[in-house]
């Protein structure tokens, strides 16, 4: 069984960038479909970014054009490269694995996915 551990959360200005990393131990990534969630304040959560084991990818409208997705195997780690950030990216992000097919993969459904890590938060301000 794969266990995720999230890093790279942190606080950041409007404008600038973060990398959230994705450790995975237990069992090797390359079968899974990987992603990332969000979940601000009072808001249900929400996928923001998926890569399937093909390596192919999908984003949130919001997200797109100013987050990339990515898997390095050899590292058994994913990340999430975000950048021009506003303050309605503020939230705990949350990495999650599972094995589907691609259209599960970037329908990013949380209920679809079985593995979860624990959190970082990332902070925003105007």
């Known amino acids: 069984q794969v266990q995720l551990v999230e890093s790279g959360g942190g606080s950041v200005r409007a404008g600038g960038s973060l990398r959230l990393s994705c450790a995975a131990s237990g069992d090797t990534i390359g079968t899974y479909c990987m992603a990332w969630f969000r979940q601000a304040p009072g808001k249900q959560l929400a996928g923001v970014a998926s890569?399937?084991?093909?390596?192919?990818?999908s984003y949130a409208d919001s997200v797109k054009g100013r987050f990339t997705i990515s898997r390095d195997n050899a590292k058994n780690t994913v990340y999430l490269q975000m950048n021009s950030v506003k303050p309605e990216d503020t939230a705990m992000y949350y990495c999650a694995a599972a094995r589907l097919a691609s259209w599960s993969c970037h329908g990013r459904v949380a209920s679809h996915y079985s593995i979860w890590g624990q959190g970082t938060q990332v902070t925003v301000s105007s």
């Open positions: 890569i399937g084991s093909d390596r192919t990818t």
